[in-house]
């Protein structure tokens, strides 16, 4: 099996290493394609108004200056002879559940190759700000990753879907399990726009995407790392809302 590992937090970043060791368990053919820097946020977006520059660091190990997407689409079409059986992006540093989703360059990265019709899984380790201790942030992913991908890899994917998969901010021996659940949705709070000064007194805003408060609904994502549980939520491209093309196509008849 052929894997290809690729992420939204740089080639440098610390996860795509504990990623990179997950790969590891079950092929020796593991590939690297990453963005040069850090792209989390980055959605789903390709880089069009620039060019991108493909870095080779070894045999089957590269970087591109662009986005996940540029970075996908630069190893299959560039890098890589043969295209691979298996994508994996991540471990992001930080949580994809429920509306982050369309935000993710790591999901993004999945996405891209679901439309490539290639199995493709994104991970995720949720990190709490409460428990920086200074320890292994990638625990959680780092011991139970070949547990969650595992019976994904045998597992028939329905054209144009993805798994999402995110591990619970515990240590590893806290984690209670492994829960395949739906997405849920975040109550985004406007107060995560933070204004400051620079250094030359100039007024600036950041942008820091965690929610304040979450809906725990019932057989979701964000309820399943709430309560200790890996989440493993299988994701469809088509974004259709089906049951309103009826009601609207009512409303466009004379
Ligand atoms: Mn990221």
Known sequence: MRILVTNDDGYHAPGLE?????????????????PSEEQSGAGHSLTLN??????????RRFAVTGTPTDSVMMALREVMDAPPDLILSGVNRGANLGDDITYSGTVSAAIEGALAGIRSVALS???????????DMFAAARQWGARALGPLLDTP??????????FPPRAAD???????VRQGFHDYSRGSVVEGRDPRGFRYFWF???????????GTDLEAIDEGYIAV??????LTHHSSLGPMAERYEV
Do not use: M
């Not at 806290?174 to 395949?180: C, E, L």
């Not at 820091?208 to 019932?218: K, P, S, V």
């Open 125 to 135: 380790q949720v990190y709490s700000r409460d428990r920086d201790d200074g320890g």
């Open 208 to 218: 820091g995407l965690h929610a304040i408060e979450h809906t725990l609904d019932h």
């Open 50 to 59: 620039r060019p991108v520059r493909l870095q080779k660091f070894a045999e």
């Open 18 to 34: 504990v990623l990179e060791e997950i790969a590891a368990r079950f092929s020796d053919d593991v590939w690297v394609c990453a």
């Open 174 to 180: 806290a984690v209670k399990g492994i829960r395949v």
């Open 233 to 238: 939520t299988p994701l469809q491209l088509d």
């Open 157 to 166: 994917f329905a054209d144009r879907t993805l798994v999402n998969v995110n």
